[in-house]
């Protein structure tokens, strides 16, 4: 499944980096900058893709971060910043086994903590949940009124997100691309995204993609299936996040059946053999 997060959540998470060095991974997991929930989240919850019906389709609208106040990163204080700043983009925020939201509900007012107490128990001491409006607003760049906003409203203008591309995909063989490593390069750390929008007319193509971070080894990119394979739609603009670390991608043509799998090309079943292109998005830089 392809999916992307709203571009406020990205600024969050790379400010707070910014503001809290300490608390960037590896001091802390990857995992606990969590955006997409696993199998086991409530379909309903904004860490789930939805589709926002006038804004886009499978977008996350919630992203989560560590609750280390030893390595300078409290996120009760963070979202009790963001709270007061009543921010357009904001629908509410947890931590420390409170909540607060936008909007008011019965017995508290809006912009007001109250009390959390899930089914499932997971109070968020240990992190902080943010969640945003499922609208265009939530995909505003502007920093967030807490630690780290002066770093990033100080960014010159050519550490800011980029792009590059087109790239054309080989019809035959392997497309290999280095790329500088996601959120690591020494001199350029940024995250990065993979981009694919073309027009095959009525068409469905597919492709297998893997990833590599330069030690060797090549594994399937993140929301392609176990193989790496992944089918697009003509027109279907599709943003996977790379993983940290990532310095190359390997793109190869793939077939679709006539039950919609994608499969190994045959001299019967080919891959399509019109023009395709994906483009490198690169965000601000991460220091």
């Keep these: 499944m392809a999916w992307r997060a709203a571009r406020s959540l990205l600024v969050l998470h790379q400010q707070l980096q910014a503001g809290a060095p300490r608390a960037r991974p590896p001091a802390t ?60 983009r904001v629908k509410y925020g947890i931590s420390n086994g409170q909540m607060f939201s936008s909007y008011g509900v019965r017995g508290y007012d809006a912009w007001t903590w109250r009390p959390y107490s899930p089914k499932n128990g997971d109070k968020h001491f240990t992190h902080g949940h943010l969640s945003v409006v499922g609208d265009a607003r939530a995909d505003g760049t502007q920093p967030w009124q807490t630690i780290g906003a002066g770093v990033v409203a100080d960014e010159e203008e050519d550490e ?13 063989g392997f497309t290999s691309l280095t790329i500088p490593p996601v959120n690591g390069g020494a001199a350029d750390p940024r995250p990065a995204w993979l981009n694919f929008c073309n027009d095959t007319g009525s068409q469905i193509y597919g492709l297998r993609i893997w990833y590599t971070r330069g030690d060797g080894s090549w594994s399937p990119l993140p ?30 043509r793939k077939a679709i059946d006539a039950d919609g799998r994608v499969v190994d090309p045959t001299d019967e079943l080919k891959a399509y053999g019109g023009h395709l292109t994906c483009a490198i998005e690169r965000g601000p830089v991460s220091r």
């Excluded at 390595?71 to 910043?81: K, S």
């Excluded at 392609?224 to 603009?237: E, F, K, M, P, Y």
């Design 223 to 252: 929301f392609t299936d176990a193989n790496g394979l992944i089918a697009i739609r003509s027109g279907q603009r599709v943003t996977i996040g790379l993983p940290d670390g990532t310095g190359g991608l390997s793109i190869s």
């Design 160 to 172: 800011m997100g980029a792009s590059f591309g087109p790239i054309n995909i080989e019809l035959e």
């Design 29 to 88: 997991g990857v995992d606990e900058w969590g955006l997409i929930g696993d199998a086991a989240h409530d379909p309903t919850s904004d860490h789930t893709p939805h589709d926002f019906p006038g804004w886009g389709r499978d977008i996350v609208t919630a992203a989560d971060f560590p609750n280390r106040p030893d390595l300078g990163l409290d996120a009760h204080r963070v979202l009790d910043d963001i709270r007061r700043s009543r921010d357009g």
